[in-house]
C-alpha cells in the first residue's frame, strides 16, 4: 500500500518514480508560458500541397507565416525528411519552439503498399495485418510522419459506400480485432520510439452507417444499435491507448459527429476516460455550417471546442474564432487549456520536445525505399487476402507449363491501380509495382507463351478492342480475364449507385466466354460487387482486391499454387443493388424467410432469391476441409462457468492449406430481439493434406452480454446455439441452455 501512496504521491506532484517530470507535468509547465493565441496555434492543422486529400484551401504564404508566428500545431501532407525538417525549422522560429506534428494518411503501407484494408480483413490473419502496420510504421517514421490517421474502424454494411475499402467489412468482432492489430502494429513498443507512429481511431462515428451508402450522408440509428454494432471497435481501441481519435463528417440522429458532445464529451473523454486528442476530419468544423448546425464558422467553432474536438483540420476556424470566442466569454480558456494539454503531451510523448528532427532523418529514410524483405511480406500478405469464390473444374492451380496463357482485360499491365486508393502518390512509386503480367510472366516456364489484350476500358462504352481480345482468347489454352472497378472507383467520395463492372467489362467477359476456352475470373475491387452472370457462367473466380507493390506476384502464387488461397470474405456480397443492405448477423423478424426460394407471406423479395450471391466468412481453397465430432464441454450451464467447444477439421483435398474456423452464437430470445448469428471467434490454422486438427474456443458469459433497450450491457440466462463452420452459412450447430 505505501508504495501505491509513493507513486501517487509522485504523479501528484508530477514527477515520476525516476525523479523525472511527466509529460502531463512538462505540458502544464508549458502551458504556463503561453498565450492565448498559441494555445490555439497548437488546435490548428493545415494540409501540405504535394498530397492533398480534400478541398484544398490553404495559402501557402499565410501557412509558412502562421508556422513561424506559433500558430499552427501540426501539418498533414508534409512527408519526406528534407520535408519535414524544412517546415519542422520554421516551427523552431517560434517564440517557444514548439515542434509540429506531421501526420498522414498511412492506410495501407507506405512505400511498400499492401492489400486495400478490406482485402487485408479478407485473410482474417491478426497477426499478419499487425506485421504490415509495423512496416508501415517503420516506413513512414523514416519518412518523417509522426501520425497516421487509421485505422478506420468504421462498421460498413453497405458496399455502395466506396470506403468499404478502408476498412474491415460488416463485423463488429472481427473489426474490432482487426483495429486492435492495427493499433498494436503502429505503435509498436511505444510512443518515443523511433519507428512508433501515433495511431488514429475514425471515423468517430457510426460514418459507415451513411444513408443510401452516399458518403457524408447523414446516420440516424439508436443509440442502441449505436452502442452494439458501431461504438464497439472505437471503445476498445480507446481502452488499447489509440493516441488520437477522428471525428466523422455524418451527422449522428441530428448531430454532426464534429460537435456531438454526447459521443466526444460525455462518452469518449467522459465515461471512457480517454486522455488523447481528437482531430477533425478534413473541414469539418466549417462543414457544420452547410450542415445546417452553425450559422457561421464562428458557432461553429464555438459548438466544436465545446462538445471536444481539440484540433481543426483545415476548416481555418479555429485559429480565426476562438480568441474573440474566449474574450466574449463564450468559450471557456480551460477547453483551450485541455484541448492544447492533450495535444502537447503528444509531441513530448513523441520525444519531438527533446529533438524536433528525430524522425526527419535522410539515412533512415534511403534504408526504408525498396526494402526487400518488406516487398517479400507484402507479395506473401496479397496472396493471403485473396478470396476463391469458385474453382468448379479445378481449373486452379495452373501449370506453368500450360503452353499459352491468355490476360485479358484493363487491368493486366495497369501499375498505380495495384496501389488502390488510400496509397500516398510518391512520384517513383509505378517503377516498383509488380504488375499483374508480370507477376504471371515472372512464374511461367520458358516454354510457355504469355499473350495479353486490354479488351476494353475500364469504365467507357469502347468496344473496339474485342475482336482482338476474342482472336487473343483464340490462341490460348487458358484466359485469365482481369475485371472490376477502377482504383479510385472505391475509397472517399466515391459511393456507387450501380456497384458492378463498370463500362462493357461484361460485355468482353460474355463475348470471351464464347469462345469456350476455360476461364479464370480475377475480380479487382474495392467492395463486394455485383456480378450476377459471372457468378452463374464463370467456374472459377478469384477476388483480388487491390493487393499493392507486389499484386502481381501475389496474384501469380495463388494461381499458381504456390500458395493455396485461404481468404474469406469480410462483407457480405449482395445478388444486386436493390438487396443492399444484406448482412449476416440480421434479426429474425416475425416472419423469416424457410429457405433461399420462400416468399409466401415472409421477409423476402417477390424478384429476389433470399441469400446473398455470396455469404459473410466465405471463401474456398484448393483443398477441402471436412469439420467433424463438434464437442461443447457441457449443454447445461450456469452462471459464470465456461463453456469449452472444439470441433475436428480434416483436409481431405490434395493440398495443404489454411482454414478459418469460424465460432459464432445464437441468443434464441432476449429482452431485445437478438441477431440470427454473432461472430464470436475465429482461428486460421493450417493443415496438412491428410492431416485433421483439433479446434477450440472458450465461451464465458462475458460473449454473450448484449446492449438492451435501456443501454445496460449485460447477458441474460436462457437457450444458446453454437455454432462452427467454414462461413457464416455453413455451420454445425449445437443447442445449450446456460442460466444466469
Ligand atoms: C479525409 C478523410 C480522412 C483522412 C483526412 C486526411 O477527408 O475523411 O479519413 O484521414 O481527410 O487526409
Not at 462518452?267 to 478534413?282: A, E, H, I, M
Not at 468544423?285 to 464558422?297: R, S
Not at 471546442?305 to 474566449?326: F, Q, T
Not at 502464387?557 to 440480421?586: A, C, S, W
Amino acid at each position: 500500500m505505501k508504495r501505491l501512496y509513493f507513486i501517487l504521491a509522485f504523479t501528484v506532484f508530477g514527477i515520476n518514480a525516476f525523479g523525472q517530470k511527466t509529460n502531463d507535468q512538462k505540458a502544464s509547465e508549458l502551458l504556463s508560458k503561453m498565450t492565448l493565441e498559441e494555445k490555439i496555434g497548437q488546435l490548428v492543422q493545415y494540409s501540405g500541397f504535394e498530397y492533398a486529400t480534400g478541398p484544398q484551401n490553404s495559402n501557402s504564404a499565410n501557412v509558412l507565416n502562421e508556422i513561424k508566428q506559433g500558430k499552427v500545431g501540426s501539418m498533414l501532407n508534409v512527408a519526406g525528411a528534407q520535408e519535414t525538417r524544412k517546415f519542422q525549422e520554421l516551427a523552431l522560429k517560434s517564440r517557444l519552439k514548439i515542434p509540429l506534428l506531421f501526420g498522414q494518411d498511412v492506410i495501407h503501407g507506405y512505400r511498400t503498399t499492401f492489400p486495400i484494408n478490406l482485402g487485408q480483413a479478407a485473410s482474417w490473419d491478426l497477426k499478419l495485418i499487425e506485421k504490415s502496420e509495423r512496416i508501415a510504421a517503420t516506413e513512414a517514421s523514416a519518412y518523417g510522419i509522426h501520425w497516421t490517421f487509421a485505422p478506420m474502424v468504421d462498421i460498413a454494411r453497405d458496399p455502395r459506400w466506396g470506403r468499404v475499402m478502408e476498412g474491415s467489412g460488416e463485423d463488429t468482432y472481427l473489426g474490432t480485432q482487426i483495429g486492435l492489430a492495427r493499433i498494436k502494429g503502429f505503435q509498436g513498443k511505444g510512443l518515443g520510439n523511433l519507428d512508433a507512429i501515433m495511431a488514429c481511431a475514425k471515423h468517430f462515428a457510426a460514418y459507415g452507417a451513411a444513408v443510401g451508402g452516399r458518403d457524408y450522408n447523414s446516420v440516424d440509428m439508436s443509440l442502441r444499435q449505436l452502442y452494439e454494432t458501431y461504438l464497439p471497435p472505437f471503445k476498445a481501441a480507446a481502452e488499447a491507448g489509440v493516441a488520437t481519435f477522428m471525428n466523422s463528417f455524418n451527422d449522428i440522429n441530428g448531430i454532426p459527429a464534429t460537435a456531438n458532445q454526447y459521443i466526444l464529451r460525455d462518452l469518449l473523454k467522459g465515461k471512457w476516460n480517454y486522455n488523447g486528442f481528437v482531430v477533425s476530419d478534413w473541414g469539418s468544423i466549417g462543414e457544420m455550417v452547410p450542415h445546417g448546425y452553425a450559422k457561421d464558422n464562428k458557432e461553429a467553432a464555438e459548438k466544436a471546442i465545446i462538445a471536444g474536438s481539440d484540433m481543426d483540420m483545415e476548416s481555418r476556424a479555429y485559429m480565426a474564432e476562438l480568441p474573440n470566442l474566449v474574450k466574449e466569454g463564450k468559450v471557456d480558456p480551460k477547453l483551450i487549456d485541455d484541448a492544447a494539454r492533450r495535444i502537447l503531451i503528444k509531441k513530448f510523448e513523441m520525444g519531438l520536445f527533446d529533438d524536433p528532427y528525430r524522425f526527419s532523418d535522410e539515412k533512415r529514410q534511403k534504408e526504408q525505399l525498396n526494402n526487400l524483405e518488406n516487398r517479400k511480406f507484402g507479395r506473401e500478405f496479397g496472396s493471403k487476402s485473396i478470396v476463391l469464390l469458385k474453382n468448379e473444374k479445378n481449373i486452379l492451380p495452373l501449370s506453368r507449363s500450360a503452353k499459352t496463357i491468355a490476360l485479358i482485360g484493363p487491368f493486366g499491365k495497369e501499375t498505380s491501380a495495384n496501389h488502390g486508393f488510400w496509397s500516398v502518390a510518391f512520384k517513383d512509386d509505378n517503377l516498383r509495382i509488380v504488375t499483374q503480367f508480370d507477376g504471371i510472366k515472372n512464374q511461367l516456364d520458358k516454354s510457355a507463351t504469355l499473350l495479353y489484350a486490354k479488351g476494353a476500358n475500364i469504365d467507357d462504352q469502347d468496344r473496339s478492342m474485342f475482336a482482338e481480345a476474342v482472336e487473343t482468347a483464340k490462341k490460348a489454352d487458358v484466359v485469365i480475364m482481369t475485371l472490376g472497378e477502377g482504383h479510385d472507383m472505391s475509397g472517399e467520395a466515391k459511393s456507387r449507385s450501380n456497384i458492378r463492372f463498370s463500362g462493357v467489362q461484361e460485355d468482353l467477359l460474355k463475348e470471351i466466354a464464347k469462345t469456350g476456352k476455360p476461364i479464370v475470373l480475377m475480380i479487382n475491387a474495392g467492395r463486394p460487387l455485383v456480378f450476377d452472370w459471372a457468378a452463374d457462367n464463370i467456374p472459377t473466380i478469384v477476388y483480388t482486391w487491390w493487393l499493392g507493390t507486389e499484386a502481381g506476384n501475389s496474384i501469380a502464387d495463388v494461381l499458381f499454387g504456390t500458395v493455396n488461397p485461404g481468404g474469406k470474405l469480410p462483407m457480405t456480397f449482395p445478388r444486386t443493388e436493390g438487396q443492399i443492405p444484406v448482412y449476416y448477423n440480421h434479426y429474425n423478424t416475425g416472419r423469416p424467410a424457410k429457405n433461399n426460394t420462400d416468399r409466401n407471406y415472409v421477409s423476402a423479395y417477390i424478384d429476389l432469391d433470399n441469400d446473398p450471391k455470396f455469404p459473410f466468412g466465405y471463401g474456398l481453397s484448393y483443398t477441402q476441409f471436412k469439420y467433424s465430432d463438434m464437442d461443447l464441454s457441457s449443454i447445461n450451464l450456469t452462471g459464470n462457468q465456461t463453456l469449452n467447444i472444439s470441433v475436428n477439421v480434416t483436409n481431405t483435398g490434395n493440398y495443404d492449406g489454411e482454414e478459418v474456423v469460424q465460432l459464432y452464437i445464437r441468443d434464441l430470445v432476449g429482452k431485445v430481439v437478438r441477431p440470427v448469428k454473432e461472430l464470436k471467434g475465429f482461428q486460421k490454422v493450417f493443415i496438412k493434406k491428410g492431416e485433421t486438427k483439433t479446434v477450440t474456443f472458450i465461451l464465458t458469459p462475458e460473449s454473450l452480454k448484449f446492449y438492451d433497450d435501456e443501454l445496460n450491457y449485460d447477458w441474460e440466462g436462457g437457450e444458446f446455439d453454437i455454432m462452427i463452420g467454414t462461413d457464416s452459412q455453413n455451420v454445425q450447430t449445437k443447442r445449450i441452455n446456460w442460466k444466469k
